[in-house]
């Protein structure tokens, strides 16, 4: 199936929620939950897309040509086909459409994620079987995956982590912006927000790579790496859980001066297309995820949709090294775009 007769299909099992537009700018869906909208006043999604659009990439084709640039990611020792990874989702029945629950997205995902090469973020929720599943799963596949937890009690993460462990995942995550979902500010003081010495705690019990995610700020980030995570995420949780918060474009740059080189950095918030992962490299990421867009080629074609806008992104981000004369990942530096 071409990428226009996916979205078509997609859109006939996500309508009314997600309308699954030709460009997922966040603007159709506003506000709107059930759906993939942002909290009130509804525009965080939208101004994560719009911002990557202001940053300019710098062609440049007066230099050796390059045929076939080398996009291969290496990620905590093992080596990737891109620096593109599956943004974690959650409650997609409710959000997207009938078509998935949690489980089933999260299997379908993770295997169309490894076929491409990469792997797939999977999601937590308030049924614990989520998790369990989707790790079960990922035992089942290798280990290929990064299980997200949410900022639950210590102990309850623990206790994730020991089943993660078991089945010999991969690496683990946590994003913990989600403190702000109504689900965990209801269970009280032990699940939400986190010092560095609870989140250190953690990392030291994973006994694994540790990546947390939600990060918005400098200061944030440094103390992520206080902690001892290995990676970060760049994350507003798509407005998810706070209106008023700037794009993960603004913050990029600022956050990878402070901490390059200390902890991995991903970005995940509008990036739509192959320029956008240049931009974001460019800016200091070392790699980037992408969510609702995965989420609407799966509902409109299962693996073959990963497929799909996979090859799309990385024709494009292939494109733009073309055309700015990078021939590698380290060659996409901050000369490379303009404001």
Known sequence: MEYKEILEEARKQTAPHCMACPVCNGKACGNNVPGPGSKAPGNAAARNYDKWQEIFVNMDTLCQSVVDPDISFELFGRRFSAP??????????????KKYTDDTYNAE?????IDCGILAFTG?????????????????????????????????????????????????????????LPFLQKQGGKAGSKTVEEMREIIEHAGKPFIVKGIMTVA????????????????????????????????????????????????????????????????????????????????????????????????????????????????????????
């Not at 210590?154 to 078991?166: H, M, R, S, T, W």
């Not at 490299?281 to 509902?299: E, I, K, N, S, W």
């Not at 090859?311 to 990942?329: F, H, I, N, Q, Y």
Request: with cysteine; hydrophobic share 50%; proline share 4%.
């Open 84 to 97: 593109l990874f599956v943004a974690p989702l959650g409650a997609v029945d409710m959000h997207y459409g």
């Open 109 to 113: 995902m993770m295997r169309g994620a």
């Open 124 to 180: 937590d929720g308030v049924n614990p079987q989520i998790m369990k599943d989707a790790i079960a799963e990922s035992g089942a596949l290798g280990g290929l995956s990064i299980p997200t937890i949410k900022p639950w009690a210590k102990e309850v993460v623990f206790e994730k982590l020991d089943d993660l462990n078991a089945h010999g995942v991969f690496a683990a995550a946590m994003d913990v912006d989600a403190a702000g």
């Open 220 to 339: 944030g980030a440094k103390k992520a790496v206080e902690a001892g995570a290995a990676g970060i995420v760049v994350s507003n949780h798509g407005g998810r859980v706070q209106g008023g918060v700037p794009s993960t474009a603004e913050v990029l740059g600022e956050i990878a001066d402070a901490v390059k080189g200390q902890t991995v950095i991903f970005v995940d918030g509008g990036i739509r297309s192959g320029v956008d992962i240049f931009r974001a490299l460019a800016l200091g990421a070392d790699a980037v995820l992408v969510g609702r867009p995965f989420a609407t080629m799966l509902y409109g074609a299962g693996a073959e949709g990963v497929r799909v806008l996979y090859d799309k992104l990385v024709a494009e981000l292939k494109g733009t090294m073309k055309m700015c004369g990078a021939p590698s990942l380290k060659d996409i530096t901050r000369d490379k775009i303009r404001f």
